[in-house]
């Protein structure tokens, strides 16, 4: 297979980048914020999360246009530029090397993830009668009884959340915001407290499924 020109591939490159945070990290972190709601119990989040994002006019061109193709797209090109890359961590094992280890592998993850997670939930609200937008909270609490489902959920989550927090700490060196040595060390620690925090989101979610959810 012929290499891209360098300067498209470079413009592809920008645009992994850039669509790893918008519009797939702000969806993630709006996804997990609503999924803390599950903490006030299955009533209040098919009311006020389920079935008042479904009634959002055009909903299902917005989750085509701006939610899939761009995970797909920058789930495809992030497996590309994987494998031609190379990590040097068994080498050198310089932070930055580590860094570059983790976000491919969770990448790899985060990826698989997302689409079991829809699987189980959007799609089969749209293809098995037996699930519908009413029940789809308690439909997610009974898959999380499963011991292997809670872990992969779990891993997943933690996934997506490590991959985001580290794929902007990169997008700011890609972009030329962070340059020298100091300004990446303290993007490096916000972007470590936005995870964090997105993680603490994400534990409130599974919370409230776990105790609310049967």
Known sequence: MNALPLDRHFALRKLHSLTGIIPIGVFLCFHLFENSLATKG????????VHKIGNIPYVELLEIFFIAVPILFHGIYGLIIWL????????????RNWMYWVQRYTGIIALIFIFTHVWGTRIQVLINEAVTKDNLFHHLATQLENPLYLTWYIIGNLAAVIHLANGISLALITWGITIGRRSQTISTWVCAF???ILLLLSAQALRGLLATGV
């Open 84 to 95: 031609q890359g190379r990590s040097n961590v068994l080498t050198y094992g310089y932070f």
């Open 42 to 49: 299955s009533e209040y989040y098919t009311e006020h999360v």
């Open 194 to 196: 936005i995870g964090l």
